[in-house]
């Protein structure tokens, strides 16, 4: 007898489940809660609001879907936290929206079981998230923010967006920036820009083959992003390393360093972190963010092993690799020169100036916050710090004119108050159910009291804190300053 086969997964792309309502059509009144911006972080908070009854929440995005890092989804990159740091799972393990669900939904639970991962491939988590943000009526693609201004007849913010019908204005009491970071590219090297020739890592696999077909190739920047370049194109040469690209890798950081992986270590990633970074004075918050850099610009141990690898296997039989590393450098000029490049660089630890020719460059020059333009109508009623930073208490709310009644929260635009777990998704879910709370005005999700094993301030005699996995979560805010 022949079984029938079973019904095939679920789609790669999800299409959108239809809502009721449009929460942003004219007769929606105003929401609890706008996100703007859908990157993981704010897609995190759309679907842990997605189980709280009675919340009306809308989140916007202008990208036609959603999309992660589209420039650097390598095959065999992996993501460099555990699966378990999802969108959900830190938060809320029974939420349907967490990746073991998502692989159970695509009939993959056994395969990735056996396989025996704890950091799964970066392009499968890109397609989680597409899956999530497929299936989620709250999110809005298509949909580019144009204005954020406060309306003090509704007392509440208008959010105006575009997207198909033209453009809307809907009114809510709490907006949520989600608008993530952007490429960073060094004051020297701006002027060079060209797509395919001189361009940030970001946009590397869109260009890929043509960096692959260059003569020489270097590649700017000392983190993960630069090393995964620098092993690609490695990888793209001949077996035997004399065809494809000459790769030189400069870096201003005096070593390539591995990132800091110890499991103490990585408690610089927990809520007690945060809290006790939050009650720094703002100077020792800044220098201490630089002197971390290990922590969230270091490179995976294991990639700098396949460079190695790859490195020591054109040395067979008497050969040379087609490489050079090149640390404590940095670039203080850059020029045409011919149909490539000159840089100008000075050896940090030296002193000493030198130049390269160079055909092509990659910049692994990492991303930085910056201030989104439909910011500005309300630019004047938020309190900035002095170096034009948002100023963020501890549940990620933005201080704002005392005649400002909504509130407008953040999320990874606040490692000058949060610290270096600001735009590590090890903390986007429990983020999240921060802010959640506090939009809510009550625990809708229970957090956790303690999350670490290091006391990070002054030590105690006997401390009265629970250890981790005791005890539940005070009411956030209560750290608040």
Not at 22 to 37: M, Q, T, Y
Not at 39 to 50: I, R, V
């Amino acid at each position: 007898m022949t079984l029938p086969r079973p019904a095939p997964a679920a789609d790669a792309v999800p299409r959108p489940a239809p809502a009721v309502s449009r929460p942003d059509g004219p007769d929606a009144g105003v929401l609890d809660l706008v996100g703007v911006g859908i990157g993981p972080f704010n897609l995190s908070l759309a679907a842990l609001a997605d189980a709280v009854p009675g919340l009306r929440a809308l989140f916007l995005d202008a990208k036609p879907a959603f999309s992660w890092h589209p420039g650097l989804l390598l095959e065999g990159t992996t993501l460099q936290v555990p699966f378990l740091a999802d969108l959900v799972t830190l938060a809320d393990p029974t939420s349907r929206w967490s990746y073991l669900n998502y692989l159970r939904a695509h009939d993959r639970l056994f395969p990735f079981f056996f396989s025996e991962r704890f950091h799964v491939p970066r392009r499968e988590y890109d397609h989680y998230c597409r899956w999530v943000a497929g299936h989620l009526p709250s999110c809005r693609f298509d949909a580019p923010v144009t204005a954020l201004e406060w309306d003090d007849a509704a007392g509440a913010f208008a959010v105006v967006h575009g997207g198909a019908g033209g453009p809307r204005r809907v009114l809510a009491r709490r907006v949520v920036l989600g608008v993530g970071t952007r490429p960073v590219v060094p004051g020297p090297l701006r002027h060079l820009l060209e797509p395919g020739r001189v361009l940030h890592s970001a946009d590397y696999l869109a260009h890929r083959d043509a960096l692959a077909a260059a003569d020489d190739v270097t590649v700017v920047g000392a983190g993960q992003s630069g090393a995964e370049v620098v092993l690609d194109l490695l990888r793209r040469q001949d077996g035997d390393g004399r065809g494809g690209p000459y790769v030189r890798w400069l870096a201003r950081t005096a070593a390539f360093a591995p990132m800091e992986y110890s499991k103490i270590g990585l408690e610089h990633f927990t809520p007690d972190y945060v809290g006790w970074f939050r009650r720094l004075p703002g100077e020792v918050r800044d220098r201490m963010v630089r002197e971390q850099w290990q922590l969230y610009k270091g490179v995976s141990g294991d990639t700098l092993g396949a460079i190695h690898d790859e490195l020591y296997e054109r040395t067979v039989g008497g050969g040379a690799p087609r490489a050079a590393l090149h640390p404590a450098t940095e670039v203080t000029a850059a020029e045409r020169d011919g149909d490539g490049y000159r840089l100008t660089c000075r050896h940090t630890r030296q002193d000493a100036e030198s130049a390269v020719r160079t055909g092509r460059i990659v910049l692994a020059t990492g991303y930085a916050a910056v201030r989104p333009p439909f910011l500005e109508p309300v630019a004047h009623l938020v309190d900035w710090d002095g170096q034009g930073r948002y100023r963020v208490d501890g549940d990620y709310q933005v201080a704002l004119d005392p005649r400002v009644t909504g509130t407008l929260f953040v999320q990874n635009a606040e490692m000058h108050t949060h610290g270096v777990g600001a735009p590590d998704l090890t903390l986007g879910a429990w983020r999240a159910a921060v802010i959640l709370n506090a939009a809510a005005g009550r625990t809708v999700l229970r957090l956790p009291a303690r999350t670490a094993w290091t006391t990070f301030g002054v030590p105690e005699d006997r401390p009265a804190a629970a250890a981790p996995g005791g005890g539940e979560q005070r009411m956030h805010g209560a750290d608040r300053r």
